[in-house]
């Protein structure tokens, strides 16, 4: 057994994916659970989406053996600090967030002398909060963790043991690393998703029917980007300033050479561009890294 008693910190999406997941693959293990929100640890009980769901962050921990923490990434050293009298010794402590550099001092401050392994399962979608989980999220998903130079080889190799049971695949990289590269893989996109989601509902001579009637598939598939929680992106970009200003820099360059190729006239350029791309979407979709989930792209995600 990797881990006998493991604590869920928030029970949204991914926490209640999480609960499910251990229900599914790691039977035996118990999980407690807690939300700051009472409505959630509500919802969260009659889902089961843990073991028993506990009125204080406190009595979640009280026993675990590893602790993850699935809130928004602003609110991980306030979730952290909770649970500081509270956590057992040796457990592990963990996270889902996005961003890693700020999300691993935030969780090291609050705990000083715990264990920490931080990690991302690269895995979602659009949709937030008790009801959106489901059990096969990770399946055939990356989860990258990101372990300080001075963490425990044995706590490491524990946590990708963990990951791995639930249907994902591990990568280990440092935290300023992860957050540049999904910056540009998943920060990035999502910027651009709200920034044409909202440039098109802003137009003056285009009515808000039009933009939803004549939506063809690319706009479409932007508003499901455009969708995901608000809370939650508002602290990614919060927290992973310095990457997405880097990778904005060069999305802006790389358009405004766009932008000349257009005025140009330029066909060869827009071509050679939009070759390269296809390339990339097709490795991408031979990867199965596209709709390796069943259910992908759905928006009832039940169980
Ligand atoms: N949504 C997605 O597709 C993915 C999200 N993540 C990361 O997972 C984390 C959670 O995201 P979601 O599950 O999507 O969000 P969510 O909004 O579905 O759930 C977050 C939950 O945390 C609770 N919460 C907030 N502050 C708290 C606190 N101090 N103590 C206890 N509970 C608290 C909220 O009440 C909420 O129920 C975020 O850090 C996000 O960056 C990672 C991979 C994918
Ligand atoms: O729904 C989508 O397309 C996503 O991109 C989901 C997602 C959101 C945030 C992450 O940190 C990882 C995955």
Not at 32 to 43: K, N, Q
Not at 235 to 257: I, P, Q, S, W
Request: charged share 25%; glycine share 8%.
């Amino acid at each position: 057994m990797i881990f006998r008693r493991i604590a869920v910190i928030g029970l949204g999406l991914l926490g209640g994916s999480v609960g499910l997941a251990v229900a599914e693959n790691l039977p035996g293990c118990t999980t407690t659970g807690f939300d700051a929100d009472p409505e959630v640890r509500r919802r969260a009980a009659i889902r089961g989406l843990v073991s028993r769901v506990c009125e204080t962050a406190a009595e979640a921990v009280a026993e675990a053996e590893l602790v993850i923490f699935c809130v928004p990434v602003g609110a991980m050293g306030a979730a952290a600090s909770a649970i500081a009298g509270a956590l057992p010794k040796d457990a592990l402590v963990s996270d889902v967030g996005s961003s890693k550099a700020a999300v691993t001092e935030a969780l090291r401050a609050a705990l000083p002398g715990a264990i920490v392994v931080p990690a991302h399962p690269v895995a979602g979608t659009e949709r937030s909060g008790p009801d959106a989980g489901f059990a096969h999220l990770f399946r055939h998903r990356w989860c990258i963790l990101t372990p300080p130079d001075d963490a425990d080889p044995a706590a490491v190799s524990r946590l990708a043991a963990f990951w791995e049971a639930l249907g994902a695949n591990v990568e280990i990289m440092d935290a300023a690393h992860h957050d540049l590269v999904l910056a540009v893989t998943s920060h990035i996109p999502h910027l651009i998703a709200y920034t044409i989601v909202g440039t098109a509902s802003d137009l003056e001579d285009v009515t808000r029917s039009e933009v939803i009637k004549y939506s063809a598939g690319g706009f479409r598939d932007f508003t499901r980007i455009a969708a995901s929680d608000p809370v939650m992106w508002r602290d990614v970009f919060l927290t992973n300033r310095d990457a997405v200003l880097e990778m904005l820099g060069r999305f802006t360059e790389d358009l405004t050479a766009l932008q000349r190729a257009i005025r140009r006239g330029d066909g060869a350029a827009l071509h050679d561009l939009f070759t390269r791309t296809r390339d990339i979407r097709r490795s991408i979709v031979e990867q199965g890294q596209d709709d390796a989930r069943p259910d992908f792209g759905r928006s009832d995600h039940e169980d």
